[in-house]
C-alpha cells in the first residue's frame, strides 16, 4: 500500500545571486551571451552593448553594480584593457571580478589581462553548446566565490 506524500508549496524563486554586465560591441555575440545567461536561473545580465564609455561612467557613479564583469577586449572607443584599468580605479569597483570573454588567444592579450587584474580569460569557442559549458563554470565560480588573481 502506497501512502500519498503531503503537497507541498514549490520554493519560492530565489532572488538572484549575481547581476552580469556584459560588455561587448558584437550585437550577435551579445545576444547570444545575454540568452545563454538570461535563462541561468542565477543570473540576471545587462549589456553595455558598445557603449563602454557609458557604462564606466555609470559604474563610476554607482548607477550599475554588477557583482561580474564579462568583457570583450576588441571594442570601439575603448577596448578591453583600457576599461579594466579605468574599473579598476572605482573604489566600489576594485575588487569585481572581472572575466574576459574573448576571441583572442593571443598570448600577448592573456598577459595583458593578467597584469590588468582580470580574475579570468575565457577564449569564446565556435559552438554554442561550448559557450554555454563556459559560461556556466564562470557562473558556477562567481556564486561561490572562488576567484583569484
Request: hydrophobic fraction near 45%; charged fraction near 25%.
Given at each position: ?28 555575440d ?28 555609470q ?11 564579462l ?11 583600457q ?5 579598476r ?8 571580478p572581472?572575466?574576459?570573454l574573448t ?9 595583458e589581462?593578467?597584469?590588468g ?33
Amino acid at each position: 500500500m502506497f501512502r500519498s506524500q503531503p503537497r507541498t508549496e514549490p520554493p519560492p524563486r530565489r532572488a538572484w545571486n549575481i547581476n552580469v554586465l556584459l560588455v561587448e560591441d558584437d550585437p550577435a555575440d551579445t545576444g547570444l551571451i545575454l540568452n545563454i545567461l538570461n535563462r541561468h536561473p542565477l543570473v540576471a545580465a545587462v549589456s553595455a552593448a558598445d557603449a563602454a564609455d557609458i557604462a564606466l561612467i555609470q559604474l563610476e557613479s554607482g548607477h550599475l553594480k554588477p557583482d561580474l564583469i564579462l568583457l570583450d577586449i576588441h571594442m570601439p572607443k575603448i577596448n578591453g584593457f583600457q576599461f579594466l584599468e579605468r574599473l579598476r580605479r572605482i573604489k566600489a569597483m576594485a575588487e569585481t571580478p572581472v572575466v574576459f570573454l574573448t576571441t583572442s588567444c593571443l598570448i600577448n592579450d592573456v598577459m595583458e589581462a593578467r597584469r590588468g587584474s582580470a580574475n579570468l580569460y575565457v577564449v569564446k569557442p565556435d559552438t554554442r553548446e561550448e559557450l554555454q559549458q563556459r559560461l556556466d563554470a564562470v557562473i558556477k565560480r562567481a556564486v561561490s566565490g572562488a576567484w583569484s588573481r
